[in-house]
């Protein structure tokens, strides 16, 4: 198995506006995409990953020149990995809002001629697909391999496969879920409260002041990270430690070790992430809700899908546990649609869709593999979508 090695970002220009699930629209706009593999001659090996909450178009390899980041998902992604770039050709697309290229609130509002900041449209798991049919457009593919994505992305791949049925030819949903409970959209909103109340915030338009709500950002990434883990991991990993050999007796200063780890979690997140993006992004998890157009019924909802499904969960995720999963499968069976269950024995907790567990990516080579074979259908037409 290698590395897609270093790849080098394409800045896509999009003038057309793009019509908003709120009401509002965004005129000229960037998208950053990366690709990996080659595409073929009928454009039918194309798989697009969907990213979480703080990821990028950055999915494999190493950034070209002086930034060598390694992509989020380099261990499954590339020659002779679960995902093949041998066979197939990987597109990662930056969502708009985000904070790595793609246009959002740190660029300038060509309307007002200053930075959006949190004059930024609200976006949601919706409008980024229509932004990545876009994209697929852009490299003249009508139909999809395959859309893959977890957590987040895992809503985005559901999401493909609701609104453009035509366009894909598999959905692979891991540790994901068809709307949040009101736990995760509480833990949402404590996150962003932390962020909101934070002085240096300015009402989302920070970047007049030279300012970064660097405080609420931590505590932020904090309250998240607590929820990507299981309670056996962090017990493993950190236990009661003690930072020092003896009781400090301060409530201010550091004393156990999964208190630095938070801390150090918390800093380097705030060195890189932006404040108004965190907020729209964990709105867009808020909203996602395909089944409310449908009074609920997700049966009902899922009654327009045509491709066939994998879906993946862990047992120890408590924040989309395997329960959520079944939901979806249940209402895929009742539609008689073709789908695949994986429920994977793993300790780490929703964190477990980004490590390299093997009977976890055992499932997800032996699925990318089964697609690689496959005979291509004709595409369908794609007139009428959305």
């Given at each position: 198995?290698?590395s897609?090695?270093?790849v080098?970002?394409?800045?896509?220009?999009?003038?057309?506006?793009?019509?908003?699930?709120?009401?509002?629209?965004?005129?000229?706009?960037?998208?950053?995409?990366?690709?990996?593999?080659?595409?073929?001659?009928?454009?039918?090996?194309?798989?697009?990953?969907?990213?979480?909450?703080?990821?990028?178009?950055?999915?494999?390899?190493?950034?070209?020149?002086i930034?060598?980041?390694?992509?989020?998902?380099?261990?499954?992604?590339?020659?002779?990995?679960?995902?093949?770039?041998?066979?197939?050709?990987?597109?990662?697309?930056?969502?708009?809002?985000?904070?790595?290229?793609?246009?959002?609130?740190?660029?300038?509002?060509?309307?007002?001629?200053?930075?959006?900041?949190?004059?930024?449209?609200?976006?949601?798991?919706?409008?980024?697909?229509?932004?990545?049919?876009?994209?697929?457009?852009?490299?003249?593919?009508?139909?999809?391999?395959?859309?893959?994505?977890?957590?987040?992305?895992?809503?985005?791949?559901?999401?493909?496969?609701?609104?453009?049925?035509?366009?894909?030819?598999?959905?692979?949903?891991?540790?994901?879920?068809?709307?949040?409970?009101?736990?995760?959209?509480?833990?949402?909103?404590?996150?962003?409260?932390?962020?909101?109340?934070?002085?240096?915030?300015?009402?989302?338009?920070?970047?007049?002041?030279?300012?970064?709500?660097?405080?609420?950002?931590?505590?932020?990434?904090?309250?998240?990270?607590i929820?990507?883990l299981?309670?056996?991991?962090?017990?493993?990993?950190?236990?009661?430690?003690?930072?020092?050999?003896?009781?400090?007796?301060?409530?201010?200063?550091?004393?156990?070790?999964?208190?630095?780890?938070?801390?150090y979690?918390?800093?380097?997140?705030?060195?890189?992430?932006?404040?108004?993006?965190?907020?729209?992004?964990?709105?867009?998890?808020?909203?996602?809700?395909?089944a409310?157009?449908?009074?609920?019924?997700?049966?009902?909802?899922?009654?327009?899908?045509?491709?066939?499904?994998?879906?993946?969960?862990?047992?120890?995720?408590?924040?989309?546990?395997?329960?959520?999963?079944?939901?979806?499968?249940?209402?895929?069976?009742?539609?008689?649609?073709?789908?695949?269950?994986?429920?994977?024995?793993?300790p780490?907790?929703?964190?477990?869709?980004?490590?390299?567990?093997?009977?976890?990516?055992?499932?997800?080579?032996?699925?990318?593999?089964?697609?690689?074979?496959?005979?291509?259908?004709?595409?369908?037409?794609?007139?009428?979508?959305?």
């Amino acid at each position: 198995m290698g590395s897609v090695g270093d790849v080098t970002p394409q800045r896509l220009l999009f003038d057309q506006p793009l019509p908003l699930r709120s009401g509002a629209s965004i005129g000229e706009y960037e998208l950053m995409v990366e690709t990996y593999g080659e595409l073929n001659q009928d454009r039918s090996n194309a798989v697009l990953v969907c990213h979480a909450l703080n990821a990028s178009h950055h999915v494999a390899g190493t950034h070209a020149g002086i930034d060598k980041s390694e992509g989020w998902w380099d261990n499954l992604v590339g020659p002779g990995k679960p995902l093949d770039t041998d066979k197939f050709f990987v597109i990662g697309v930056n969502n708009l809002g985000s904070c790595f290229g793609s246009t959002g609130p740190m660029h300038l509002n060509p309307a007002t001629g200053r930075v959006y900041g949190a004059d930024f449209p609200v976006v949601t798991v919706h409008d980024w697909v229509d932004a990545q049919a876009r994209v697929l457009d852009r490299f003249g593919i009508q139909q999809l391999a395959a859309v893959l994505g977890g957590s987040l992305g895992g809503m985005q791949a559901l999401d493909w496969s609701l609104r453009y049925p035509n366009r894909l030819r598999h959905c692979i949903a891991v540790a994901t879920a068809p709307n949040l409970s009101a736990q995760n959209i509480a833990f949402n909103e404590v996150a962003r409260r932390a962020i909101i109340t934070d002085p240096e915030f300015h009402d989302g338009f920070f970047y007049e002041h030279s300012a970064i709500p660097r405080r609420g950002l931590r505590v932020a990434r904090m309250i998240g990270h607590i929820t990507y883990l299981s309670d056996d991991v962090m017990e493993e990993k950190f236990g009661r430690q003690m930072r020092a050999a003896e009781l400090g007796y301060s409530t201010h200063d550091i004393e156990f070790q999964i208190e630095s780890y938070l801390r150090y979690q918390g800093d380097k997140f705030s060195e890189y992430f932006d404040a108004n993006t965190y907020l729209l992004i964990t709105r867009a998890l808020d909203y996602f809700d395909p089944a409310r157009a449908h009074g609920g019924d997700l049966s009902r909802t899922f009654a327009s899908a045509l491709c066939k499904y994998l879906v993946v969960s862990f047992t120890t995720d408590w924040r989309f546990s395997p329960a959520r999963s079944r939901e979806i499968v249940k209402a895929l069976l009742d539609n008689r649609r073709d789908v695949s269950y994986a429920e994977i024995d793993a300790p780490h907790g929703h964190d477990a869709f980004l490590l390299d567990d093997p009977r976890y990516h055992g499932v997800l080579r032996a699925y990318f593999d089964r697609i690689a074979q496959e005979p291509v259908a004709s595409v369908a037409s794609v007139e009428g979508q959305p």
